[in-house]
């Protein structure tokens, strides 16, 4: 069973950074996607961005292209989302999910991922 865990959420200022962390258990091979979502309060989650863990390509949605960076730990198993220059349309809860195979664009789409973590907060204050 594929099991996900995010960390790393809290309260940054406008304009700070903040690093999010996913950890993966459960795969049994090395060719997987791990995408971030973010839902705010009222609002329908939304991608964020996902990568490739075999090759690492990553892909963003525009929201937050050139702010965040998406990328994988030494062993594979942690997936991490750096987050710069951070907005108040960023506060949300982030989650990771996860799907067997990388593919552009559809990962975006509902019920593409399998599995789900069950978030961490992010808030941003100005």
């Known amino acids: 069973e594929v099991r996900l865990a995010e960390s790393g959420g809290g309260s940054v200022q406008f304009g700070g950074s903040l690093t999010l962390s996913c950890t993966v258990s459960g795969f049994g091979w090395h060719d997987y996607a791990i995408g971030w979502f973010r839902q705010a309060p009222g609002k329908e989650r939304e991608p964020v961005g996902c990568i490739s863990v075999k090759d690492d390509r990553t892909e963003y949605s525009e929201a937050v292209k050139g702010r965040f960076t998406i990328s994988s730990g030494d062993h594979a198993n942690v997936v991490y989302l750096q987050m710069n220059n951070l907005k108040a349309e960023d506060t949300a809860v982030y989650y990771c999910?996860?799907?067997?195979?990388?593919?552009?664009?559809?990962?975006?789409?509902?019920?593409?991922?399998?599995?789900w973590g069950e978030g961490t907060q992010v808030t941003v204050s100005s």
């Open positions: 999910a996860s799907a067997p195979i990388f593919m552009a664009n559809m990962w975006k789409q509902d019920g593409y991922m399998t599995a």
